[in-house]
């Protein structure tokens, strides 16, 4: 039987109904509540969702999350597509966050088959890796996973300071692994979130940000706030370490409840650079001091560059910072500061503005390599450092393929760059190059055995209402035909300047073999085309990059690819403002979609855990053009009773802290109320798992993705 008939198949026998179909839960009640903002009355049904204590959320999630499993559960055919998105995804082995440290690569991996993943050193010469760290060591029982939210090596490779949290939560634990033999020392440090520690050149010191316990009767809104940056010692107590930057420490130097900050030293100079991040906004601003005054709050820290200065990354060389700017160059120039006399107005452009968007950029000792994406095209080059610190010429860097770029990792002390590559069809190898070395796979990662020789990405534009060009990746099967009745997944996402670049996904492979075909649409608001198409769609423009992702869909239409009845939407985090728009202001162009861990009610966002953050980009509801832009945007408040929507998975994560679990099921509660069409809407709760594949093991995505396409192909083909 060839593989086209065996696809027929699957989706046949997938798209067929339970004979049995559960009786749902009874509906939630429903409470009289409205907010009036600027003379605009909101009504919210289920704002008692919001209170974790109330005991109907607690029902609802229950009495939702048993009728879903009992639905899905009985399709027929998912257990195939289980073994399948098994096989497939215990074949490939997951490697990451690379770091050099002198002559050890060290990385986090999931190899083939395991749950979990686990901290590895290995030479950059070559030879065996050996396992460093297992985060796992932590779990009381086999019913929980702990999972890492960063780890740094010291500068001599003896310690790693690791941050794990159980259940994707990160509800981050900071401790210290020798590596010489994996025990742990007797130091543990609790709400040392966000960053990865910053050594000090003794290797048995570091920076890093923690926030204050909180009370039990702390709002949702005040986890994760007042953080400072504090210094530890090996072997000492953590409160006893001192604030060294942060909030409250200084009236000199603002710094929000919700702001977060790290020191960063290097061998490289005799400055520490404090950088504040103000929620999720990519600017920052920086203060130095000379290294020397950085170990008490009372240090001389001047002030380099502000907000406003449109900074989001740096390096630092003897007395030269290194700057990432979009001021006046919206894809971004390297700007280079005398820190002994610091002056914006005087720095010398190191690398000018062209048509790449500079991602990213890291210090190796033989210069700084910019990442950047050309026209959606990943590019590497290297800035020559002269002795003195001071910059000079870019020379390119020869890649392999044309794909995406995830990671770039240095030392400031060994020449050369490490980096990843992979593209829709390609999986993922890590390479290395330097100044004097040409571009080498490194053997960390073997190539995932997963084929997909017969799979095609296709790149297009779709025109968006107003009449921009949007891009639109199409990966599909090379033997499929555009007859209009493939059954169609496409994907939008749309912020914090974020590029969504092609990824290899094995177990995506299960639906494209059943004839499926993926299309990603790179909407107004991710940052494809640096920051002009990230502020395009933000905060009062937010509109347009619901209107991106339509015309997106429109085009899978008018070009055969599929046909509304064919057709589901996926979003996720973000991208549920994205997914959730689409289909309450455009019910007829979906048959289905994922709502997953979506931010499907923004106008409450900034009261959730984790939500002030996102103000600088969706806005407040405390002011008269926020609160416009999320009302205009938020899909919770716009479903209307009588319309016939598509069928939904909400799906939530319970220890989520960036979408409050009460945001995705206000919204799932809301459209089971309004809907007309009589197809499901249903409420996936995965316990022990926090925000979607952030920290979630094998055993959680494995039968998450089945869900996903089994619920697809059932509701697609009929």
Not at 71 to 91: S, T, V, Y
Not at 395 to 420: K, M, N, Q, Y
Not at 633 to 649: E, N, Q, S
Request: hydrophobic share 40%; net charge negative; aromatic share 10%.
């Amino acid at each position: 039987m060839t593989l086209k008939n065996r696809a027929v198949l699957s989706i046949l026998a997938i798209g067929l109904v339970a004979a049995a179909t559960p009786t749902p839960p009874p509906p939630p009640a429903v409470r009289d509540v409205r907010t009036v903002y600027y003379g605009v009355s909101v009504p919210d049904p289920y704002r008692y969702f919001e209170d974790p204590k109330d005991p109907g959320l607690a029902a609802y999630f229950r009495e939702q999350s048993a009728y879903t499993r009992q639905i899905l559960d009985a399709l027929p055919g998912r257990a195939a597509l289980r073994a399948r998105i098994a096989q497939l995804d215990n074949a490939n082995e997951g490697l990451n966050s690379v770091q050099v440290v002198g002559s050890y690569y060290f990385y986090l991996k999931r190899a083939p088959g395991a749950n979990t993943t686990k901290l590895y050193r290995r030479r950059v010469a070559g030879g065996p890796e050996r396992l460093v760290f297992d985060p796992d060591t932590f779990a009381r029982s086999s019913m929980q996973h702990y999972t890492f939210d960063y780890y740094s090596v010291s500068p001599d490779g003896r310690y790693a300071a690791i941050g794990t949290a159980e259940g994707g939560s990160e509800k981050t634990v900071l401790h210290v692994v020798d590596v010489q033999d994996g025990h742990l020392l007797s130091d543990v440090i609790e709400n040392a979130i966000y960053f990865g520690p910053r050594w000090l050149s003794d290797s048995r010191s570091f920076y890093y940000f923690r926030t204050p316990e909180l009370g039990p009767d702390a709002p949702q809104s005040a986890r994760d706030t007042k953080g400072v940056v504090r210094l530890h010692v090996l072997g000492r107590n953590p409160n006893l370490d001192p604030a060294i930057f942060g909030y409250g420490l200084s009236p000199r130097i603002p710094f929000a409840p919700e702001d977060a900050a790290i020191i960063s030293v290097s061998p490289r100079t005799r400055w520490a650079v404090a950088a504040i991040y103000h929620g999720v906004q990519n600017e920052i601003a920086l203060y130095a001091a000379p290294a020397s005054q950085a170990t008490n709050g009372q240090g001389l820290w001047h002030k380099i560059v502000g907000y406003e200065d449109d900074v989001t990354d740096f390096e630092v060389v003897n007395d030269t910072l290194y700057l990432s700017s979009h001021l006046g160059a919206s894809r971004h120039r390297i700007l280079a500061v005398d820190l002994t006399d610091p002056s914006l107005a005087n720095a010398r452009v190191a690398v000018a503005q062209s048509g790449r968007v500079i991602e990213d950029l890291s210090l190796a000792a033989d210069g700084i390599y910019l990442q950047d994406l050309d026209g959606g095209i990943p590019k590497l080059r290297r800035l020559a450092i002269r002795s003195d610190g001071t910059p000079g010429s870019t020379t390119e860097i020869a890649l392999p393929f044309a794909g995406t770029i995830s990671e770039i990792a240095t030392d400031p002390l060994r020449p050369g760059v490490t980096f990843d590559m992979e593209s829709w069809t390609k999986s993922p190898l890590w390479y290395r190059a330097s100044a004097t070395t040409p571009v080498r796979d490194t053997g960390l990662r073997r190539r995932s055995p997963v084929d997909f020789s017969g799979i095609v990405a296709r790149e297009v534009l779709a025109k968006s209402a107003d009449g921009t060009d949007v891009p639109l990746s199409i990966v599909l099967r090379a033997d499929i035909t555009r007859n209009g009745e493939n059954p169609t997944l496409v994907d939008g996402y749309g912020a914090y300047g974020i590029a969504i670049t092609p990824s290899f996904s094995p177990t995506r492979l299960a639906w494209l073999e059943r004839g499926g075909i993926f299309a990603e649409c790179h909407v107004r608001g991710g940052g494809e085309f640096g920051e002009d198409w990230h502020f395009a769609a933000h905060i009062a423009t937010k509109q347009r990059t619901i209107d991106d992702f339509v015309a997106c869909a429109h085009y899978l239409i008018d070009n055969r690819y599929t046909t509304p009845a064919k057709l589901a939407g996926t979003g996720t985090s973000a991208g549920g403002v994205t997914i959730g728009n689409a289909i309450v202001q455009h019910p007829e162009l979906f048959r289905a979609a994922l709502d997953v861990v979506g931010d499907t009610n923004p106008t409450r966002d900034e009261f959730a855990e984790g939500g002030p953050a996102n103000i600088p980009e969706f806005g407040s509801v405390t002011d008269p053009v926020g609160f416009k832009a999320l009302y205009e945007t938020d899909p919770y408040i716009h479903i209307r009773d009588g319309v016939a929507y598509p069928a939904v998975l909400a799906i939530t994560g319970a220890n989520d802290p960036r979408v409050a679990p009460w945001i995705v099921a206000k919204f799932a509660a809301r459209l089971q109320a309004a809907t007309s069409s009589g197809r499901p809407v249903l409420l996936r709760v995965y316990y022990d798992a926090g925000h979607g594949a952030l920290g979630a093991s094998r055993a959680q995505t494995q039968p998450l993705i089945t869900d996903e396409y089994a619920f697809l192909f059932w509701q697609l083909a009929n």
